[in-house]
């Protein structure tokens, strides 16, 4: 029998199992259990044998010092263009169904390692999301088939071909249909591909099928101009913005492009001084809602009936007749007067997925004269063209056995339709199914036929994201398994081989040379804009009709006031991260704290505390909502008292690690009422089930502690007093004593300046920083003890109210210190000051005492508990919950950042790497550096432009400007660390 | 440039050959297998071999006993023109040879004669002139192969200095300290207890200083010096040759890496290069082996830093614009490449101490307006790297 060791009656007695949240970190009994973690708790003679041995032959290694032989291994035929150890840039886009972003790829030696915004697209402008920063993983997915499949077996692509041939041509001998399922498609020539397999098969269709769903905006737009289509929004046109439940800065249809656009007056540096107004309506928190200058909370049964109010005022003050419309709970009359005076100059927006709410929208925006202005109807958005009920229809005809073969390209209708176990019924009853998803996914499983589609950074494709908005795809590594293009396998199956690079560039060689002007061939016209990414052909759509009303006015009579108001209603909504579920298998996205609720690895319940107390729930207690989930209730402020919500894209079954299990599927809850899908529930159930379930949470204060940490102020007062809001900051200097010289830093003093006014909280930043910086995933279970990585993290703040907050959001990372504490209590100077005012860190000289950690007071530094990358030599110190340290996910490590090993500390270090790159260009040019040419990777990412970075002893500099600017301060400045980060004070539009 | 000679040979046979035309022209019979032939032979010997494997065209030897002098004269001078004429030998060779004709050489009867000589004498040049071409290259050669091993020596110094086995002192230093201690608590030979401590004391020293050498060395691979899959001599290249190091080394100006060359960079010379003077066509054939089977060579790296150390060698060479001999020793009388430096952390700083930078030359440092103030003083004589963040832990660390 094995003795059992122990140190103490409590190591005996504790539970460790037992839930640990409410200990603070550091006691004691945490303290063993780190122990507990390290070492076996039933320590064996044979362990002791284990060790000992590995103790005497670890010592004979080390003593023998035998160098291993490295090889260097130089290319056979040298490409041209390609040097060892410089990266590449090759202009591309990323689409993945929801989002579109214009890119560049960063490929270092062959691998796609880091995806950068394309600033010459006027669509996206440089900027990014989380989602399009972490795409480069999905390359490197262990989840990723390897080789086509045939009834869940490998097989080789001639064998799937002819088997797949013999049975559509059978099909087609005897008149049957095939239907091809995609999501939008925006690419011209993938829609040709898809075109030419249509034809080569009478009788078959195309369905596209959208998890998120604007089918409601489409058929509003049908009924007011006669044509089914997404307008283009100019949110930078407007001084007034009114979203009714349109998270346009997180995830309503194009929010790189909105950020952008909204952020472009809301600047209050480089002289502007106006500023415009968000007016937010919701019931959960989204991303748009916490930004908003005023946040109205309404159930989304309300949201129809908002609309039709404000309409209607509307209506009255344009002179029209009104309505007799049932009231609101709020009251809008104020905001049509405020609306109305900015005539022009607005926008109102919604989310809702009803279509006579859209059309009502449209009636709005029409009065307001916003067409033309704040939304340009002939240039279209060509994403989310999907009509849901099409996708109803096509699960009732594969049921009724009226489908003989089902291709489904980029789309796992098995997991995310509402009714999904009526598609897969119908499935079974489908002679040809095919999947050609290249991520395992829940739908590919069911199919007879797996024909792995490539990664989008091994394709080649095209999109027209708005009309006349043109990008290319291309390739920036050879593709890494067996696979092969959808379009390429489309083709093949209507009879043709074909190269889809030649098929891409004879599309654009035809049809869109003829756009251009200024090009000679065709040639310089496709290589340049190869070389450029995009094409803006400038071209426009004609409607058929102008603005008719009487479908708005229809809508309006319909409407009716909402009979229930004290029952539970639930929003399902798409956070920033996981989205829809597609990229569920990433952990970079995984890990990613949402924005509002700071909760990591998990979707979960939110609920509003007023809520909570009248039913009685607690924080992390399970719950089975409508008798179908069961899912843990997080308490959210700001939520609306009886709306409830719930993210999309989590319970994944067949995504692989880490995604299987994480999170409950939500989908399942979902209505489809009138052709169209619902994203909310009235009158749901919530019934508490027994049991706790840990919610792993990366911030969980929120306050700040009496501290003037975030500085805000209002627009009306800033105008009077710039400095206003941040009154503390010119207290503070005159105190800011010491005993010892102030040290000069000459030549380079990198400096950041961070405009709170600008940060959205959109995480773009955190993703591209763990990509740059080959910044761990730890797993939830170290989230859960505090142990999470990301070298910038997104704090967010409630004030006010605790069932209607307002929201602060603050980026922290390393505050790179003038007067840095932790280089002081370092007992082995492995963090010091640089001559360019960097706070260093070597990793190689760190023994990891923590004391840095612990005398940072901003709390940006990571210790390393273990091995999470794969970079130690011992084994045993690898914890690697998620598979990122497979030699496939490893091929994402930036060769220029080392890999930290267990027991060191590591922080933000500016992108250094970045600073040095770039350092070394300007001396080789024998030139100055200019002001902006390094920018971290953080700042890069944003769409906002929130982050500015650069020399603050180069007095035009952006950052020097920004320093002198009376809304900087620094944080907890009157500690006098003198910081090199700099904060401009967040600004509220309180004006109207 | 004709490789595998070095520049002191050319001008040799340059001079006689001069000397050789004017006895030419005043009609005195020449004789055969003349240093001339051997400098003609030059151009024969890219594509063929006087025996041994075929190169691109065949082998040479016994040449005589296959075509007779009038044709060999005739194709020497325009192949083309035989082959056209419809002689079937010709034709023949050129099909054989994978249509590749043989450029036409500009060369008298009397030079072809000569060079057939020397091919028949095995590519020798007759005796009497080896010798008197012999005696003039001793002087120049012997004082580049004292110049050889006086470098060879110095760097088997160096080598035997630092892997020079401390065993033994360490041992007896291990033993004396035993002995002591053994005295000083059992047998207390010596009554003087100071003399004791100073004896611990010392060996303590020694050992220590032992260890700390030791352990220094730990990691470190100065005078590694392996096996490298094709017998490369930066010799022959770099220093009888004088290429340049970054024609093959193209990555040092601007890579962090200074690479490797690719074996097209190789083939640039060695298409026309088919045999080395030391290694014959073995060594050279490799690349062709390369190409063809499609796996590249497999060098073995000599010069390694942890992965933790980011050293660029664009800024060195480059921005810095030092020469490859500082850190890479004078490779151009090495044949194979060892590490001379031991490339320690130390041995980086000490450089960033004392090197110069380009501060008044390069405009990039124009940022650094209070060095520029003190320079101009004269307060700062010279700016070294150091003073500009040269041994900062994330210049190099991050």
Known sequence: MEKKYFKSLEELTIDFQAENSNRPVGDKQSLLEMQKEVKSSDASRRDFLKLFGFTVASAAIVSSCQQPVRKAIPFLIQPENIIPGIANYYASSFFDGIDYCSILVKVRDGRPIKIEGNKLSSVTSGGTNARTQASVLGLYDNARYRNPKSSGSDTSWEDVDNHIASKLSSIKSKGGKVVVVSPTIISPSTQAAINEFLTAYPGSTHIQYDTLSSSAILKANEKTFGKAFIPSYQFDKAELIVSINADFLGTWLSPIEYSKQFMKNRRLTEGQRKMSRLISFEGGVSLTGSNADKRIQIRPSEEKLVIANLYNELKKLAGQTGFDVAAASVDVKELATELWSKKGNSLVVSGNDDTDAQLMVNGINQLLENYGSSIITDVHLNIRKGIDDQMDALVVEMNAGKVDGIILYDVNPAYDYPQKDQFINGLKKVGLSISTSGLADESAILATYICPDNHYLESWNDSEIKTGFYSLTQPAIRPIFTTRQAQVSLLKWAGKNVDFRQYVQNYWDSILFAKSTGYLTATAFWNEKLHDGIFESGEKVNLPQAFVYTAVDQALSNVKSSTKTDSIELSLYVNTSVGTGKHANNPWLQELPDPVSKVTWDNYLAVSPALAEQLGLEDEQLVKVNNLITIPVVLQPGQEKNTVSIALGYGRENAGIPANGVGQNAFVLMNLSGGEKRYWLNDISIEKVAGEFKIARTQTHHSMEGRAIIRETTLEEYLTDPSSGNEAHKEILPHLTSLYEQRKVDGLNWAMSIDLNACTGCNACVVACSAENNVPVVGKDQVLMRRDMHWIRIDRYYSGDVNNPEFLRQPVMCQHCDNAPCENVCPVAATTHSNEGLNQMAYNRCIGTRYCNNNCPYKVRRFNYFDFTGADTFQGNKKDEVEMTTDLRRLVLNPDVTIRAKGVIEKCSMCVQRIQEKKLVAKSEERQLFDGEIMPACGQACPTEAIVFGNLNDEHSKVAINFVNERTYHLLEELHTLPSVGYLTKVKNTIG | ?398
Not at chain 2, 132 to 137: D, L, P
Not at chain 2, 371 to 377: C, G, S, W, Y
Not at chain 2, 381 to 394: A, F, L, N, Q, R
């Open chain 2, 1 to 398: 440039m004709i490789p595998f000679l070095s520049i002191t040979k050319k001008l040799k046979s340059l001079i006689i050959s001069t000397f050789l035309v004017i006895i030419m022209i005043s009609g005195l019979q020449l004789k055969a297998q003349t240093p001339e032939a051997e400098k003609n032979f030059q151009a024969c010997k890219v594509c063929h071999n006087i025996s041994g494997p075929k190169l691109i065209g065949p082998s040479l030897s016994g040449i005589l006993e296959r075509r007779d002098k009038a044709w060999i004269y005739k194709f020497v001078r325009n192949s083309n023109e035989v082959i056209q004429s419809g002689d079937a030998y010709a034709m023949k060779l050129f099909e054989e040879n994978n249509k590749i004709p043989m450029p036409p050489h500009n060369l008298t009867d009397a030079q072809i004669d000569d060079i057939i000589a020397y091919i028949n004498n095995g590519g020798k040049v007759a005796a009497e002139y080896a010798n008197a071409a012999a005696t003039e290259k001793v002087s120049a050669e012997d004082q580049m192969a004292a110049e050889q091993t006086a470098q060879d020596q110095k760097l088997a110094d160096m080598k035997r200095d630092a892997n020079r086995n401390f065993g033994t002192p360490f041992y007896i230093t291990i033993a004396i300290l035993l002995l002591v201690l053994v005295d000083l608590f059992v047998t207390k030979i010596i009554k003087a207890k100071f003399v004791h401590t100073v004896i611990i004391l010392i060996s303590l020293f020694i050992i220590g200083e032992i260890t700390y050498k030791e352990a220094a060395a730990l990691g470190r691979q100065q005078f590694y010096q392996p096996d490298q899959p094709i017998w490369f001599s930066h010799k022959v290249h770099a220093g009888q040759n004088q290429i340049n190091c970054l024609y093959c080394h193209s990555g040092a100006e601007e890579s962090r890496y200074a690479g490797i060359p690719a074996n097209n960079v190789c083939l640039n010379c060695h298409s026309q290069v088919r045999q080395g003077k030391i290694t014959g066509t073995v060594e050279i054939d490799k690349i062709y082996k390369a190409v063809e089977t499609g796996k590249p060579v497999e060098w073995i790296k000599v010069h390694n830093l942890p992965d933790h150390v980011f050293f660029s060698h664009a800024q060195h060479v480059k921005a810095g614009k030092l020469d490859c001999v500082q850190c890479h020793g004078d490779l151009k009388n090495v044949d194979v490449v060892m590490q001379v430096e031991n490339l320690s952390m130390g041995w980086c700083i000490e450089c960033h101490r004392k090197t110069e930078v380009q501060f008044a030359d390069n405009k990039y440092f124009e940022a650094y307006k209070d060095l520029h103030e003190k320079v101009k003083n004269g307060e700062v004589k010279k700016v070294t790297s150091e003073m500009i963040g040269g041994t900062d832990c994330m210049k190099c660390h991050y």
